[in-house]
């Protein structure tokens, strides 16, 4: 690997950038905090901290723009290790020529989703660039949260939890892609890029037991259910037909060859907590603003272990393994 | 200002970004501790919070690269606020197409840089980008530092005070210049590029009641003494003759028309510190590897407010205002 070069799909959270990330980022820098690979690293025990660097294009979409995006991203990480987001960095890097208009669209933006999510933007950086040397605008959030109760683990999970998603699949990624080829295939369809703070302080009490929940960005619910099976070992069926996934995004996947499973979201959260408590906590992320299209997709088991197994329509398996290539690169 | 675009200069650290800070980033995002625009913000009592990223072109540089500045810079920044780094983000954004053989390069110096910080890189982010739509690599990285004593501020500068360079100023700015020109002169000067872990420690004991530091990056030893004069209102005055300037710098300023004064240091802090401490301060700051060429090169005092004057060497005075234009862009 040492003498090839990068491609796109090392930036898409699939196998190669699992690799990447293997190969070059943990031969390095392994540590017991960074080996554990969460959205978040807990450091001092009881704070949250995190990264990510927003590259989107277009940067400005149907449901959003980069600034939401880079400030609703970071939220949700933190949430995703129980975390009460409180802290947000901010650093730009802008192409000479930018102009101040859109800049202070995408500012604007982001000031009023941090204000929702309960978060201050602390510090930040500003770097410009010279024309063709970046393409616009990259957005880098960094947040720092506070663990109140105890910080969530993927090593929770058990056998027999069930497998909650928040909302409908892939309206990010496929709104994004229509947006940037100009498609005029499902006009309606906006980006789920949201903050979830609500959502996540409503299902985090202690009796409702939620064992782990994370955000199906990059390589999709698909991408994250895979990663989740194999690095704990167990199995997680999911039911083809559970699945909430609007027409438009259904529609244009189908002509455009895209999985829907496999393509981003950004303001939806894949949840496991056990069976006796799951009905329950689809009532109460229904009742979010963000979680009406709440569904239980599927369940953990011990059978097919390591390995994420979609049942499809029609009765038959299909294991959802990591994605392989990049599908859409830049959509975040 | 909102019709217009950005220029190179607003990423300059001078009047320009000034105010692009006030009229973007403090309308929208201002609080008390953003509000500060200290290197670190200080959040929970007791934790630094940082960012910077880094777009230095060439990545790959005397005395150093882009890997070793983007540990060392935020490294630096943590200890500006008197904390002790301890955790840092790594957030890659990469060109397709970029070398495998780069990035382990790259890697293996910020890890090494890191490692000699005494910090852990504990989350990140990689994305990837089309070829063209960023030059090469750009790096992000947030760090996070424990307080133990008093936070360092700028309120804490005295009239009086003494200003400590801890070393000779503009090798930095000035070696990536010549190597990004392929100029063959001056080809000994390497950048100053380092973390300054071990010249903190040793200088932050409570006997020697250091008042603040700051590390003159971008904008130069002058920017970082104009803003400090200008946010506490006191005058500063350092004398020309005292600055330790390499010959080299002195020779290839000269040649380039570029005044050392204003060009990026990366391992160096200007400290300030009571008069009556100041002999002892200079001595320990000169024990440190990183502190051979400290020098005393002025005093804080009431006349001349919110201004830094330099008094050259023929017995003149010379306003050192915030810089202008840009000098030298992507210089970290």
Not at 6 to 35: D, M, T
Not at 49 to 60: A, L, M, N, R
Not at 191 to 204: F, K
Not at 224 to 246: D, W
């Amino acid at each position: 690997m040492d003498n090839g070069n990068i491609f796109l799909a090392h930036g898409a959270g699939g196998k190669l950038q699992a690799e990447l990330i293997h190969n070059f980022i943990l031969k390095y820098f392994g540590n017991p905090v960074l080996n554990l690979l969460e959205d978040s690293a807990v450091i001092e025990k009881s704070i949250a901290f995190t990264t990510d660097s927003y590259v989107v294009k277009p940067i400005f979409f149907p449901g959003g723009d980069i600034g939401k995006l880079a400030v609703s991203g970071t939220v949700n990480d933190l949430l995703c290790s129980g975390a009460t987001p409180r802290y947000l960095s901010l650093s730009l890097i802008i192409e000479e020529g930018f102009s101040f208009k859109k800049l202070d669209t995408i500012l604007r933006s982001a000031k009023c989703e941090a204000g929702g999510a309960g978060v201050d933007i602390v510090c930040g950086d500003i770097k410009v660039v010279g024309k063709g040397e970046l393409d616009e605008i990259f957005i880098n959030t960094s947040g720092v949260g506070i663990i109140n109760g105890e910080a969530l683990s993927i090593k929770k999970i058990a056998p027999g939890d069930r497998v909650i998603v928040t909302g409908s699949i892939g309206d990010h990624g496929i709104s994004i892609l229509l947006k940037r080829e100009g498609l005029k295939f499902g006009t309606s369809l906006i980006s789920d890029c949201a903050s979830l703070t609500g959502l996540a302080e409503s299902i985090l009490k202690p009796a409702y037991e939620v064992h782990y929940f994370r955000d199906p960005t990059r390589g999709g619910l698909g991408g994250v259910l895979a990663e989740i099976a194999n690095s704990t070992g167990l199995g997680i069926e999911i039911e083809e037909e559970k699945l909430p996934i609007k027409e438009d995004v259904r529609g244009a996947s189908e002509l455009l060859g895209i999985d829907p499973l496999y393509s981003a979201n950004e303001g939806r959260f894949v949840v496991f907590v056990p069976e006796d408590h799951s009905q329950e906590v689809l009532n109460v992320i229904r009742e979010d603003k963000f979680g009406r299209e709440a569904e239980i997709i599927g369940e953990v088991g011990e059978t097919n272990p390591s390995t994420c197994v979609l049942l499809t329509k029609i009765g038959g398996k299909r294991i959802i393994d990591l994605p392989r290539g990049e599908l859409l690169p830049r959509i975040c």
